[in-house]
């Protein structure tokens, strides 16, 4: 796409500018009457026409009055919640970039483990942001932790943790902002009732169907003295409803950035040499010997069991070291583990802590 004038997108203000974007996300561009856009290529469509009611609700209008109330307000920590296709992270990352417009430095965490940008599938990331970005997948993290699954349920706990640690880790921001996934019917309304009881934010933004609107509602009089405000928010009719296909596409692009045939490399390391593996929520603590293998909590024969056995082949997997544990330095695809050698096509050669998820990659990268 090429902007010949000035118009806006996500808050960023582009001007005589080429602007390059995938299909599957949607680019809300809002435009000067003078301004002229040229789409290159047949893959990419403008949606319309819009009639005049349709029109209100599109581009970052409809957030404005919420974006402009949070930017007065000076609230420190703010989470979007939301099911899925709501808007969450079109909304997070136009809320950091009016944030950087007024010259402060945003903490935005991508807490959707399937469909995040900021680190690959079964992970969560954050980053400091210094400039203005229209596409958070251009982002670097400069954190990532490690949960080992695709879906929210059943990880909520280990999700609920590596955010709040992810938020004390960094120090040096003005506002947090956390993007969380879509899970929020049933259980999932409770373990984000959990998670917003961990991190505490004082704001909450509920974008979407108001049922979880009421649950938050009736939420508000939390204990330990925890004063927080919600602020309700609809979805623009810009945002894209994605098929499984396309959430499956996205996943592969997202992994692609972290695994790719020019930052892979096999690499075979002595089961001796490995401090310890995560394996299905717990960490299994490695004591070698040439006969058998021995945990102190007892159950690292089973994951080490299931390597012997192939059933970990091709499995995702996040490598670091023990002296950090929950935070990845990088990441590979187990491909075998035979006379106690592991060998993993993996982005570093230096780990000594092994992160598997339950992800199988099945495909050559």
């Known amino acids: 796409m090429i902007v010949y004038g000035e118009c806006y997108i996500l808050g960023v203000r582009i001007k005589n500018q080429k602007i390059i974007w995938n299909n599957f996300k949607t680019l809300p561009v809002e435009k000067r009457d003078s301004t002229r856009i040229h ?3 047949n893959k990419y469509q403008l949606k319309g026409p819009f009639g005049k009611n349709e029109s209100s609700n599109l581009g970052m209008s409809i957030w ?4 402009d109330d949070i930017l007065n307000r000076r609230h420190k920590t703010i989470v979007v919640v ?3 296709d709501s808007g969450k992270s079109t909304f997070s990352l136009y809320l950091a970039n009016k944030f950087i417009d007024s010259g402060q430095r945003p903490l935005l965490l991508d807490a959707d483990v399937g469909q995040g940008d900021l680190a690959p ?11 203005q970005c229209i596409d958070s997948s251009k982002i670097k993290a400069d954190h ?4 080992g699954s695709l879906q929210p349920s059943n990880s909520e706990n280990r999700i609920i943790q590596s955010v709040s640690k992810l938020i004390n880790k960094t120090r040096s921001y003005d506002r947090c902002i956390v993007n969380t996934d879509g899970y929020v019917n049933g259980k999932g309304l409770i373990y984000k009732l959990k998670l917003l009881h961990k991190v505490q934010p004082d704001c909450i933004v509920s974008l979407g169907k108001p049922n979880i609107h009421a649950n938050l509602s009736r939420y508000k009089r939390a204990p330990d003295g925890w004063k927080f405000e919600i602020r309700y928010g609809g979805t623009p009719n810009s945002v894209i409803r994605r098929s499984w296909l396309d959430r499956y596409q996205k996943r592969m ?4 950035r972290f695994l790719n045939q020019n930052n892979t490399q096999l690499v075979k390391m002595h089961l001796k040499d490995v401090r310890s593996i995560y394996y299905q929520g ?6 070698y010997s040439s006969n058998y293998y021995r945990d102190i909590s007892r159950i ?4 080490l069991k299931l390597l012997a056995n192939n059933k970990m082949q091709n499995v995702f997997a996040g490598l670091g070291s023990v002296r950090e544990r929950d935070i990845v330095k990088g990441f590979g695809i187990v491909k075998n583990f035979e006379n106690d050698i592991l060998t993993i096509l993996t982005t570093c050669n230096k780990f000594d802590s092994i992160y598997l998820s339950e992800w199988k990659i099945n495909f050559a990268i």
Do not use: D
């Open 39 to 41: 789409l290159i290529g």
């Open 64 to 67: 404005k009055e919420i974006s």
């Open 82 to 84: 939301g099911p899925t």
């Open 121 to 131: 599938p079964t992970c969560i990331g954050s980053a400091v942001l210094k400039n």
């Open 144 to 147: 990532i932790s490690f949960i």
């Open 253 to 256: 692009n997202t992994l692609a």
């Open 282 to 287: 717990r960490f299994h603590r490695i004591n």
């Open 300 to 303: 690292s024969l089973i994951s």
